[in-house]
């Protein structure tokens, strides 16, 4: 068309445009359609498997709960945990890891989420039943877990658990039901529009064809609109060259940062490396002084009691007295940093909360001074708790030494016992359950934001060297969690702290009571069996002629050598009564040592000595009593006795009863 000619409209181009435009609306509708019924279909479908897999869930859960309940019978019959109590807990986790499973499912269903709910309240009543009578089990309770299980077994919680699955079930199932009824009709209905789609295409297809000559004009149109195409091309080639310019730039500029992160990781573990040895000075300097304060009130008042041995015997006693506190707070020191490794095993027995408490207010008189005012704020109620009653009295006094340093030596300091009921993360990561909360309160100065968030760090102190080692705190830590607790601080800048352990409550009866082995030392009691004839194995010549001296004292026949070598070639020679053998030795180790002691001669006692931490736990020791050093002649007195009638009683026969001098 020239200039000034006039615009005439193409009328079979606009009709053929019309037309293939409404085909293409018609077309888009019935697609449409047919997706929205293949969706609603799909939906049907989903839903139809979602009632399948709860219907499968809730006969899984039925089924793994009546395999811990039988499981659970067998193991209260043969006590074996290693087979069916092991079948019995862990069939139980399995089931509650399913109704996690049901519940996760039905989540979107309101009705169907409560009576998962009530199944899961159902489900961990009925776990408190159980839980009894395998614990009466693992206490070798005999008939009495037979009745817990029996009364579990009546309990009104299994039938109304197993109603409540049918109950699910059911629902799930009418759900089914009405799905099936859905999808056959989607189904139908996406079969039918399928089948208007086919005849739809084949007009299509006749209105391709009178597009195709449209096509043809249009391909002369795209004739004039290539030329300028190419020069959009060009255009994008620099535009292209641009990007790849900046991102050559980008890539160095990612280079660089990648090598300032090295530097900064190379950084920062330098100052990791640097903190760690401040740590072990803070360490170092605090226990290095503790130990020659010790060393010498030890050194000084042997000396001292060397020195006036022909003198007045009350004051040779004395400076001996005081040698022997500076041995045993030595020794205390040494386990509390054994304590603090986590290498020393703890011996837990049923402790009254308040009992302990009320009984420790001679020794924290003497320990923390007159100028201290100690106020007892305890529960009459409170409950029991199941833990090493020796490290909760060290972990009280420790707290009452860091209150009494807060408070430069003069204050009041509040002690209270409280029961506690918690939810879970209430304080740290506790479980939620009852607690027995153990809080030491000052009035001294408090923690500043940072000292709170360094509390429990090892050896972080801000006393100076020389006045602590930064281990109390971290050793209740670490006592709180081995025995199931938390521990919690508030403290107020310039008005004071409360440090407050939470320890769980505990149902166990006063008769599961052991003594630690420090605490036998209270109060020792010189048992002896006098003429027994004693093998003495130890490699260290002092400790050997110390050891050789106190069994003398207590009127037994002992005879020592180094080495396991000397000890077998004296046991094949002579008859002897008790065997004591060092633990750690050079060539061969005092359970080697007894396993070839044992294989010539079975009857004989055996009592180990060790002067190291944990090997109670070992297998090679396990069965024999086990006495740690240092220890008193006491000590030795009460260990020895008790391995000599731990072998008399052994070899008593069954029924009868046999008389131990």
């Not at 009691?525 to 002092?542: H, Q």
């Not at 070598?565 to 065997?579: G, H, P, R, Y």
């Amino acid at each position: 068309m020239t200039l000034g000619e006039e615009r005439t409209f193409d009328w079979g181009r606009g009709w053929a445009a019309a037309g293939a435009f409404l085909a293409t609306l018609i077309l888009l509708g019935m697609v449409v359609l047919v997706a929205m019924s293949n969706k609603a279909r799909d939906a049907a479908l989903d839903r139809e498997r979602h009632a399948y897999d709860v219907n499968l869930l809730t006969r899984n859960v039925d089924a793994t709960l009546q395999r811990s309940q039988n499981a659970l019978g067998t193991f209260v019959l043969d006590e074996k945990a290693a087979t069916s109590g092991n079948i019995y807990y862990s069939q139980w986790r399995l089931a509650g890891e399913q109704i996690i499973q049901l519940e996760k499912l039905v989540a979107n269903d309101r009705q169907q989420s409560r009576r998962v709910d009530q199944l899961e309240y159902l489900y961990r009543q009925r776990g408190t039943e159980f839980a009894t009578a395998a614990r009466s089990v693992s206490r070798k309770s005999g008939t009495t877990a037979i009745n817990f299980y029996y009364a579990a077994t009546q309990s009104p919680v299994g039938p109304t658990l197993a109603a409540k699955l049918t109950e699910i079930a059911d629902s799930e199932r009418a759900a089914l039901e009405t799905q099936m009824a859905q999808t056959q009709f989607f189904s139908a209905r996406a079969d039918r529009l399928t089948d208007y789609l086919s005849w739809l295409g084949m007009l299509a297809g006749v209105g391709g064809i009178i597009l195709g000559s449209v096509a043809i004009q249009a391909l002369r149109q795209n004739a004039a609109a290539r030329s300028e195409a190419d020069s959009e091309y060009e255009r994008s080639l620099a535009l292209e060259q641009a990007v790849a310019e900046r991102t050559r730039e980008l890539s160095v500029a990612n280079e660089s940062l990648k090598a300032e992160a090295i530097e900064r990781q190379a950084a920062e573990a330098q100052l990791r490396q640097v903190q760690k040895m401040e740590a072990v000075g803070q360490l170092t300097g605090g226990i290095a002084h503790d130990f020659n304060n010790m060393l010498a009130v030890v050194v000084g008042g042997i000396d001292l009691a060397r020195r006036r041995l022909n003198g007045p015997r009350r004051e040779v006693m004395l400076h001996l007295n005081n040698a022997m506190e500076g041995a045993t707070r030595a020794a205390a020191l040494t386990r509390r940093l054994l304590s603090f490794a986590r290498s020393e095993p703890l011996l837990p027995e049923r402790v009254e909360s308040s009992t302990l408490v009320a009984g420790m207010s001679d020794l924290l008189d003497r320990t923390l001074g007159e100028r201290i005012t100690i106020r007892n704020r305890l529960a009459a109620d409170a409950w029991p708790t199941f833990v090493d009653p020796h490290q909760l009295e060290n972990a009280i006094v420790n707290l009452a030494v860091n209150a009494r340093d807060a408070m430069d030596g003069f204050g009041t300091l509040v002690i209270e016992t409280a029961n506690v009921t918690l939810g879970a993360n209430a304080v740290g990561d506790i479980q939620a359950g009852d607690y027995i909360r153990f809080a030491v309160s000052d009035t001294g100065c408090g923690m500043t934001q940072e000292t709170l968030d360094r509390a429990f760090e090892p050896f972080f102190t801000t006393k100076p060297v020389g006045k602590g080692t930064g281990l109390g705190l971290s050793q209740i830590f670490g006592f709180a969690h081995q025995s199931g607790g938390e521990v919690g601080i508030e403290s107020v800048l310039g008005e004071g702290t409360t440090v407050s352990i939470f320890l769980p409550r505990t149902d166990a009866p006063a008769s599961t009571v052991r003594l630690h082995p420090s605490m036998q030392q209270r109060g020792e009691v010189e048992a002896t069996v006098p003429g027994a004839r004693i093998l003495l194995v130890e490699d260290d010549p002092r400790v050997r002629a110390a050891t050789m001296g106190a069994l003398e004292d207590l009127d037994y026949e002992p005879i020592a050598c180094s080495s396991g070598e000397e000890a077998i070639t004296l046991f094949d020679s002579q008859t002897f009564d008790l065997v004591i053998s060092d633990v750690i030795m050079p060539e061969m180790t005092g359970p080697e040592l007894i396993r070839i002691l044992k294989a010539r001669r079975d009857d004989v006692a055996i009592l180990f000595v060790t002067g190291y931490v944990g090997e109670g736990e070992t297998d090679d020791l396990a069965g024999y009593e086990l006495l740690r050093k240092p220890f008193t002649v006491g000590a030795l007195a009460s260990a020895v006795a008790s391995a000599l009638m731990r072998t008399v009683s052994e070899s008593r026969p069954s029924g009868g009863a046999a008389a131990a001098g």
